[in-house]
């Protein structure tokens, strides 16, 4: 923790965790619940599948690249501005998606026009809410310490996970006339200008003076992502976490084309199976966030190898069977792994470096977060089109690799001890 006194530190503690749990909360309500329908809308306006999931996919990439970006501004200046650019970045980005949707639905715009439009809209929160993110993650790790940053790290993480789950359940809640498919979308915006509209009061004022930038001392060295990543103790870690992340969003963005393609009836039928489906796993998820670790006082390290090997079982599943059941217990069953397993690599990478690597590491792991997103659910999905089971066989061969690394690094580091006694 930095030498800004306990009454500072006590000022963090009870607002602006909290706060930021929230912006967590509400953004993944609505990124997730975009995502929960946009298979049954991709449909709907006769968009090839590969196509809607790299909508997701290449706004992605300009999270992914941005991210470095912001490691020195959020060095040099207080976190507020960027929280707030996320925020804004996620309000512009709901707005303008529902307005390419209604535009493509009454015939205004071809589909591949409609395409176009809505993935140039979704990337501006892409670009932004990097931004959100990696000043998040470094405000918390520059104040934590051990332990106590797990926990903060794993709530944050619950957060998003809570948000999961509410997203794909009130999604199919708000498609009604007269606004149709689009309502999911208005209603996200909605919520993103009322969490703005809070951070005005939630936020402290000091943080406009920089009582909350990652650093005070203009002389301090600001460590690069690249530099962070070649750390061995760190940067195994963040590896880890890509390659994690990356199985990952192939299960995320596949299962609503699964779970239609499973189901009888037209794609909008199956829309509700879908958010339960969704909802399953995100409940899944907060279970091993808020109770597993909690109750078990897990390592990292723990967390990450019991949780890539769930997720590896839960890949299997549906590769057994091609029954819907399968599909959303593998679902289940994988997004509890990844549940444990993403908090963990965290932490890990986190707890690896000292103070001043903290702000590059968090912009690793908010590049992680985009990155992972860009061409892996694209591949998937190109691939699903020619084996149904390929999604779930390409996230198993992931995590039975990072399984089997995992293990010959535990194997390695007990020879040592043993060569030493």
């Not at 489906?277 to 019991?306: D, E, F, H, K, N």
Request: aromatic share 8%; glycine share 10%.
């Amino acid at each position: 923790m930095t030498q800004d006194g306990p009454a500072r530190h006590d000022r963090l503690s009870q607002w602006v965790v909290p706060f930021l749990g929230a912006v967590t909360f509400l953004t993944a309500i609505g990124n997730v619940g975009l995502v929960s329908i946009m298979p049954a809308i991709g449909r709907t306006l006769h968009i090839p599948d590969y196509l809607v999931a790299s909508i997701f996919s290449l706004s992605a990439l300009t999270w992914a690249v941005s991210s470095p970006f912001w490691v020195a501004h959020v060095h040099r200046h207080g976190a507020n501005r960027f929280v707030r650019a996320g925020l804004i970045g996620f309000i512009l980005s709901m707005g303008g998606c529902a307005l390419s949707v209604e535009l493509g639905l009454i015939g205004w715009l071809a589909p591949f026009a409609t395409f176009l439009l809505f993935f140039v809209l979704r990337s501006v929160y892409g670009l932004l809410g990097s931004a959100a993110a990696t000043a998040t993650q470094a405000l918390i790790a520059l104040r934590t310490e051990g332990a106590e940053r797990t926990r903060t790290l794993t709530t944050l993480a619950g957060a998003l996970s809570l948000g999961t789950i509410i997203g794909p359940a009130i999604a199919p809640l708000l498609i009604f006339d007269p606004v149709g498919p689009i309502g999911p979308m208005l209603g996200f915006a909605l919520i993103g200008l009322v969490t703005f509209a809070a951070s005005f009061v939630f936020l402290p004022r000091e943080a406009k003076e920089g009582g909350f930038a990652a650093s005070t001392d203009p002389n301090r060295r600001s460590y690069s992502m690249i530099e962070v990543w070649r750390e061995a103790a760190i940067g195994r870690h963040l590896t880890f976490g890509l390659l994690l992340c990356s199985a990952q969003a192939i299960n995320l963005y596949t299962i609503g084309f699964v779970v239609i393609d499973r189901t009888p009836g037209d794609p909008m039928a199956a829309q509700a199976m879908v958010g339960v489906t969704m909802t399953g796993g995100a409940v899944a998820a907060l279970i091993a966030q808020w109770g597993l670790v909690r109750w078990l006082a897990l390592t990292p390290a723990t967390m990450m190898t019991a949780g890539v090997a769930c997720a590896l079982i839960g890949n299997l599943t549906p590769i057994a069977s091609d029954a819907q059941i399968a599909a959303v217990i593998g679902f289940v069953i994988a997004s509890f792994g990844y549940g444990l397993s993403r908090p963990g690599f965290s932490a890990a990478a986190s707890l690896g470096g000292e103070s001043e690597h903290q702000v590059a590491i968090a912009s690793a792991v908010t590049l992680i977060a985009g990155a992972s997103i860009t061409l892996p659910p694209i591949i998937a999905a190109a691939a699903y089109q020619l084996w149904a089971p390929a999604p779930f066989a390409i996230a198993a061969l992931l995590g039975a690799y990072l399984l089997l690394r995992e293990a010959m690094r535990a194997g390695s580091r007990t020879r040592i001890v043993h060569m030493k006694r």
